[in-house]
């Protein structure tokens, strides 16, 4: 217990009290008008109730309430709104045979080539957890659409795009991208407009503004050309986006741990 400290923090009309580790990780915080006490850590649940004790009213000190796991998207491993799919649309062990036989792709290999270009930029973005990111995989938005990853750090907050297309040249426009010199896809389009749904559905749970940006990340991909006059959408190659992690003055460390907390919560995403 004697390793938690205790800070009050009063900004956008909230005023909070945090208990967190030497290193800076936040185990809990109260939210003093409502007496609620968020837990982040378990484990610290019996000493945060001490720490806060003196911080609620004589008549009123309830007990921490650690949001449910059904509810808590930190849960997600990379690409798991993909893994999901997979399981609906994957062929039988004779169709997969076939499959192979005629040297034809299912729906299924679209889907796992995914997955695996998910996997790939969580474990990525996961190097940056220790320059004060926080990450979230798969965040389901309604009408079956999902947000691979968000990233959100010292550099503020990012909706990625992850798309797989090993050895392909990628010319990248204003609003579409196109592969291999191949027909325009709406990626940058997407980008924007899931970026934009994120930063409305952090927002109005903070209850104060939270931009947004929207990232384009290609996976495999051996050349990336972008015109530009693209400014607004960041387009970067795979193991690139660690130059992410340097990035400072967005946001301070409480306004991240606030931002995750309202993010990893799947109720705030309905509705988005």
Not at 174 to 182: E, I
Not at 232 to 248: F, K, M, S
Request: glycine fraction near 8%.
């Amino acid at each position: 217990m004697s390793d938690l400290h205790v800070s009050e923090w009063k900004r956008y009309g909230h005023d909070r009290v945090y208990v967190g580790l030497p290193d800076g990780a936040t185990v809990a915080w109260l939210d003093r008008k409502s007496g609620i006490v968020t837990v982040l850590q378990p484990e610290h649940e019996a000493a945060t109730q001490q720490k806060l004790a003196s911080y609620l009213p004589a008549a009123e000190k309830p007990a921490p309430s650690p949001m449910a796991a059904a509810d808590d998207l930190a849960l997600n491993p990379p690409g798991e709104a993909l893994r999901q799919k997979l399981r609906e649309v994957s062929p039988s062990r004779f169709a997969w045979i076939v499959a192979r036989l005629l040297r034809r792709k299912t729906e299924a290999d679209s889907w796992r080539k995914g997955l695996e270009g998910e996997r790939l930029i969580g474990r990525e973005l996961a190097r940056l957890a220790r320059a004060g990111w926080q990450v979230l995989h798969s965040i389901p938005l309604p009408r079956e659409v999902d947000i691979d990853h968000l990233l959100i750090g010292p550099g503020g907050v990012f909706c990625i795009n992850t798309k797989h297309h090993r050895d392909a040249s990628i010319w990248v426009g204003d609003d579409v991208v196109k592969v291999n010199h191949g027909q325009a896809r709406p990626y940058v389009r997407k980008a924007r407009h899931e970026a934009l749904r994120a930063g409305r559905a952090i927002s109005r749970r903070c209850g104060f503004a939270v931009e947004v940006q929207p990232a384009l990340v290609f996976v495999g991909a051996k050349q990336v050309d972008v015109v530009p006059t693209l400014q607004d959408v960041r387009v970067i190659r795979g193991r690139e986006v660690a130059a992410l992690g340097p990035l400072r003055g967005a946001l301070k460390p409480e306004e991240v741990e606030l931002i995750y907390t309202a993010a990893r919560d799947r109720r705030t995403w309905v509705g988005a």
